[in-house]
């Protein structure tokens, strides 16, 4: 051991021992050099436990200690393959000491050569061959970069050659093994075509390789031991071989990733296609990004001529003669795209700003425009394409200088990444020790020294790709790096999901599954150019993320584009009428309902499109008047004008419930229009049922001629015009005969009035309530009948009448508060409930204990119905819930009733102001009840709008809750606390005045 050692590293006492006896295996004169190289490194622990792994090889290599050094701390998967075979080291350090070219031709003459000393043919002894030879090939490009500083287009076009070699070799003897087994396919004709950095020869260390698979045409093959086979699918199988062959892993690693995505549809198309195939799509279908794509295009393997054969088709649909406007907008998508991912992607030297893909999309799209009048420009290369495109005075020397010298240092810095563990990245380390040894191995003092060098660059490559060609997105679009990362499918899954879960949703597989269904369409729609993210895809994901439920939205959009038969309209519009997308968003994300009914029937969409805030506010005589139209329309088959109304009912709650998500209509018109439609579906259903009726039994003719009455009455939210979304239909059926008269007789005959309004109302109810294609109209509720459900469905007025002066509960008299008369013989329910019932319910004095009993009732709802805790809240029938402002307006309506015509009104809202306006409720009380009525109702219908059904109960806690908020407009980081507190306090505050007014 020297007197300069390895204890004067200052290095772990472990690896000094260690050192020191690997010290004594090379000698003095190997031990000063190897200390002296671990010094320069700057990394001294590192580098001594790397070369300490590689000690056999470095045994194994004299003179080889500089070059060790630098291998090792330029890459870990260098470390492991020197640790697996040692004798290559040796044979590296020998090898890679030139800078004299590598032959294409001699690599592929190597390759045969060893192939050819294979033991058998065995596709495992294949594999295992193809990966030594990979390997050791690839540590000589590794030293040809680290140790003699090639340039990156040499070691760009060594790597490529390398890659082509392997797939020559490798091909025939796969085709061999199939052709002996199938024969010989005719006709014959398969070629492997390169495109992106393979096509460009312009690989790095760890690149996939992109390739196309083209066979002639269709035919079968000639047969062998396994029978015939089309040619399509023998060249299928020889291309899934050719797959297996580079990028199946084994013990020896692996050549080459393999990516198929550039052929026709991606990956959604065939693995091979035919040459007419190929042409025709390209033809018909080519967009602005395969032109790009193809620009880099070269026959690699197998049938070279059918390659070119292939590239001389496409010439038109590559190189237009013309300056062709519609390439430059897409070309300007393009560049669009290339934006956003740079936005989303800071940290990454080929996508980020200023990055690689920049440098290389300035080339093609020059190119791409100037190529069809300028041949020369036709070049794989983008090293070579910028300096032809200063030779046709497209580019200044000067900017071109700079381009290259910038794609130079962008592209080593990218071999240098991949070099480290033999893995496909373009990102930088985080500051620390790992972008400290990549600044190292690149020649560089420091990390502060390579971000100096990287911004230098990347700086000077944005500007001129924003001044080279126009204007960029990045000051168009709003900055989303999580959506554009969720967008691009060259990412993993779990980096886009972790994406999606930044951006707020919640369930982030689930959304990423949408996001890529929703991209599926887009791409078949042909409104993306690129694999890259869209402004479309943008825009419409932004609007998922800023509605109140991100996931819901998201996975309601996806749902909606894929139902559509021909959805480039729909999307279109939605992407160049941003406020109608804004609204079908905000409407998938606040309602399930209404969403599952959009998407059930897309035609809908209109009603977003024609937003007309007018057609919001429509007036009950409007929404009839229109309804009857429908009606009229509709044929005289019964079931086709029941589809029309469940048609129009659907359309108007969409309407209703987005002028209510929107914020344009208020709970009160909510309700009114509502009712509104109900009244006017409900009394064309009983027209129907009539009709159904007088076609079986005849007329109701009462003795004295005339048609018995029937009057379908209104109770409940219906009776008081306050419908909410999913209400049930409160219902009363009366007629005004006795029931003993006969019907005139019909095709079954003459039945009772009574049995004969039975039946009617049964049609009745059946139409109302059975499930359709476009859904039920209502269901109905009619226990509000004498008897509740042990009562005759219908009854006559005498038996009405003789309930309610004999029988009926405080209760049942209450419920007729809210009585109107809504369909069949409306004059007869009029004087029915203004001479029959007035007196009945108006006009006597309530009995002694009403108050009390009233509120017995109350509390039994609250005991029985609301199953209220600390956990759970019933906004109807809990404490200070809508029951509690009905009641106390119900109670005071027929305490001051008998004396005060003007308070017998049904609405609860009416009821209040008019007991103010009489002095018969303290203006503060009815203030707060309102106050309160309107909260509650409101949450109540956003509830339903969410749901598709009545919900009594809130919820409390966790996401739900914080949906709930953010549907009624809180925000901030505890938006759904915000809303509890707020609940809690206007249920305290009704409470508090239900029991004033029940006290008074």
């Not at 680290?146 to 070799?169: D, H, K, P, Y």
């Not at 093994?177 to 096509?199: D, I, M, Q, S, W």
């Not at 007991?915 to 219908?941: S, T």
């Not at 806690?957 to 709930?964: E, F, H, Q, S």
């Amino acid at each position: 051991m020297t007197a300069e050692g390895p204890g004067t590293l200052g290095l772990a006492e472990r690896t000094t021992r260690e050192l020191e006896a690997l010290a004594v295996r090379l000698g003095p004169a190997r031990e000063a050099a190897l200390l002296e190289e671990i010094r320069r490194s700057g990394e001294m622990e590192q580098v001594s436990l790397a070369l300490l792994r590689i000690q056999e090889a470095l045994v194994q290599a004299p003179g080889a200690e500089a070059f060790a050094t630098r291998l090792v701390l330029a890459s870990d998967s260098i470390q492991r393959l020197l640790q697996r075979r040692p004798g290559l080291l040796r044979w590296v350090h020998r090898s890679a000491r030139t800078g004299e070219p590598l032959a294409p031709g001699a690599l592929e003459a190597e390759l045969r050569s060893y192939l050819d000393r294979a033991e058998g043919d065995a596709p495992e002894e294949l594999h295992r061959r193809l990966r030594r030879f990979k390997s050791r090939q690839a540590l000589r490009l590794a030293a040809r970069d680290v140790w003699l500083g090639l340039s990156m287009e040499t070691l760009g076009r060594e790597q490529s050659a390398l890659a082509e070699a392997l797939l020559r070799a490798t091909l025939p003897r796969l085709e061999a093994a199939l052709r002996g087994r199938y024969g010989v396919p005719a006709p014959e004709g398969f070629v492997v075509l390169g495109l992106g950095k393979l096509g460009g020869e312009d690989l790095n260390w760890s690149s996939d390789v992109d390739l196309v698979l083209v066979h002639r045409g269709d035919g079968t093959t000639g047969g062998g031991s396994g029978g015939a086979l089309p040619t399509v699918t023998f060249y299928t199988r020889l291309a899934e071989a050719l797959a297996r062959a580079m990028s199946s892993v084994t013990e020896d690693g692996f050549c080459y990733r393999v990516d198929l995505d550039l052929r026709p549809q991606g990956r959604a198309g065939a693995a091979v296609a035919s040459l007419p195939a190929m042409l025709q799509y390209y033809e018909q279908h080519g967009r602005t990004w395969e032109r790009a794509a193809w620009v880099k295009a070269r026959p690699l393997a197998g049938d070279l001529a059918l390659g070119q054969q292939l590239l001389d088709g496409l010439g038109p649909f590559l190189w237009r003669r013309t300056l062709d406007l519609a390439a430059v907008e897409s070309l300007r998508d393009l560049k669009m795209q290339i934006d956003l991912r740079s936005t989303a992607r800071e940290s990454d030297v080929k996508l980020g700003p200023g990055g690689i893909r920049e440098v290389e999309f300035v080339a093609v799209a020059l190119q791409l425009l100037h190529g069809g009048r300028n041949a020369a420009l036709r070049l794989r290369s983008t090293q070579r394409a910028l300096r032809r495109l200063v030779e046709a005075g497209l580019l200044s020397q000067a900017d071109a200088d700079r381009l290259l010298e910038a794609y130079a240092f962008l592209r080593r810095v990218e071999n240098r990444l991949q070099m480290v563990n033999d893995r496909q990245t373009q990102a930088l380390p985080p500051p620390g020790p790992e972008r400290e040894r990549l600044a190292r191995t690149l020649g560089l003092a420091g990390a502060a020294a390579l971000e100096a060098e990287l911004d230098r660059h990347r700086t000077y490559v944005a500007q001129a790709f924003r001044v080279l060609l126009g204007q960029e997105a990045r000051g168009e679009l709003p900055h989303e790096p999580d959506l554009v990362v969720a967008l691009d499918e060259d990412l993993d899954d779990v980096t886009r999901s972790e994406a999606l879960a930044r951006r707020g949703f919640d369930d982030a597989p689930a959304a990423l599954a949408s996001v890529q269904r929703l991209r599926r369409v887009l791409g078949a729609a042909r409104l993306e150019e690129g694999p890259g993210p869209s402004a479309i895809a943008l825009q419409l994901l932004q609007g998922a993320a800023r509605s109140p439920d991100p996931d819901q939205a998201l996975f309601f959009l996806a749902e909606f584009a894929s139902g559509l038969s021909v959805p480039a309209g729909y999307l279109r519009l939605l992407h160049q009428r941003p406020p109608v997308a804004r609204r079908l968003l905000d409407l998938f994300g606040q309602s399930a309902y209404l969403s599952a009914e959009l998407v059930r029937t897309p035609e809908l969409l209109d009603q977003l499109v024609s937003w007309d805030t007018e057609a919001l506010h429509k007036p009950p005589e409007r929404i009839r008047s229109e309804l009857d139209g429908r009606a009229a329309r509709a044929t005289d088959d019964p079931e086709q004008l029941l589809g029309a109304l469940r048609r129009f009912k659907n359309e108007e709650v969409l309407r209703v419930g987005l002028g209510d998500i929107a914020g344009e209509l208020e709970v009160p018109e909510v309700a009114l229009q509502l009712t509104a439609l109900a009244d006017g579906l409900l009394d064309h259903a009983v027209l129907l049922a009539a009709e159904h009726a007088r076609a079986r039994w005849g007329l109701p003719r009462m003795r004295d001629g005339r048609r018995a009455p029937l009057a379908v009455l209104g109770m409940g939210k219906l009776g008081g015009r306050e419908l909410g979304y999913h209400s049930d239909l409160d219902l009363l059926f009366v007629y005004g005969s006795s029931a003993d008269e006969e019907t005139t007789g019909g095709s079954q005959g003459r039945i009772g009035h009574h049995e004969y309004f039975a039946r009617m109302v049964q049609r009745l109810l059946s139409l109302l309530t059975l499930q359709y294609r476009e859904g039920r109209l209502y269901q109905v509720d009619t226990r509000l009948r004498p008897s509740g459900n042990q009562g005759p469905l219908v009854v006559s007025e005498e038996s009405l009448l003789e309930h309610h002066t004999r029988r009926a509960q405080l209760w049942e008299r209450q419920a007729l508060v809210k009585a109107r008369a809504v369909a069949g013989e409306l004059g007869y329910g009029e004087r029915l409930l203004g001479t029959a019932l007035t007196p009945l319910i108006w006009e006597r004095p309530l009995p002694d204990g009403a108050a009390e009993e009233i509120h017995r009732l109350r509390m039994r709802m609250e005991r029985e119905v609301a199953g209220e805790s600390r956990d759970q809240l019933n906004l109807k029938t809990g404490q200070g819930g809508l029951v509690d402002v009905e009641f106390a307006v119900q109670y005071l309506q027929l305490l001051h009733g008998v004396a005060l015509p003007a308070v017998r009104r049904p609405g609860t809202l009416e009821g209040l102001e008019a007991l103010a306006a009489a002095g018969r409720l303290r203006r503060e009380d009815a203030a707060r009840l309102r106050e309160g009525y309107l909260f509650l109702r409101r949450v109540e219908n956003r509830q339903r709008l969410v749901h598709g059904r009545p919900l009594q109960h809130l919820p409390t806690r966790g996401r739900p809750l914080l949906i709930l908020a953010r549907r009624l407009g809180y925000g901030g980081t505890d938006a759904g606390g915000a809303f509890l507190s707020e609940y809690r306090a206007v249920a305290a505050t009704v409470r508090a005045a239900y029991v004033r007014v029940l006290q008074q």
